[in-house]
């Protein structure tokens, strides 16, 4: 069993930052990986970046890379997802999950219950 807790959305002006929190919780979940996906009104969940727990290899979509940075603390059972150059087109509900390496929904398990990122343009 493993327990996902999302925080720090809000609202944000264009070119703005924020950084989520993904704290996990119950069993060791060294073995996982934990990707951030993203669902804006009327889409469908999208990924963003993924982070492997054990080797902390990473991926990023297309969208976000050079902007976002996925990154792991250890000692906080942590995962964090900092987003800089905010576009309004990043405006959505941002969710944490463990599961399987990769970039589907599908691959993975444990899902946390989602935090609101808006940006104003």
């Given amino acids: ?13 264009v070119g703005g930052s924020l950084r989520l929190s993904c704290a996990a919780s119950g069993r060791t979940f060294s073995r996982f990986a934990v990707g951030w996906f993203r669902q804006a009104p009327g889409k ?26 996925i ?4 000692a906080k059972n942590t995962v ?4 800089n150059s905010l576009k309004p087109e990043d ?18 398990e444990y899902w946390g219950q989602g935090t609101q990122v808006t940006v104003s343009s």
């Fill in 44 to 69: 469908e969940r999208e990924f963003v970046a993924t982070i492997s727990w054990a080797t902390y290899n990473t991926d990023y979509a297309d969208s976000v890379k050079g902007r976002f940075t």
């Fill in 80 to 83: 964090y997802l900092q987003m």
């Fill in 1 to 13: 069993q493993v327990q996902l807790v999302e925080s720090g959305g809000g609202l944000v002006q």
């Fill in 91 to 108: 405006t959505a509900v941002y969710y944490c999950a463990a599961g399987r390496y990769g970039r589907y929904p599908s691959q993975y």
């Fill in 71 to 74: 990154s792991i603390a250890n």
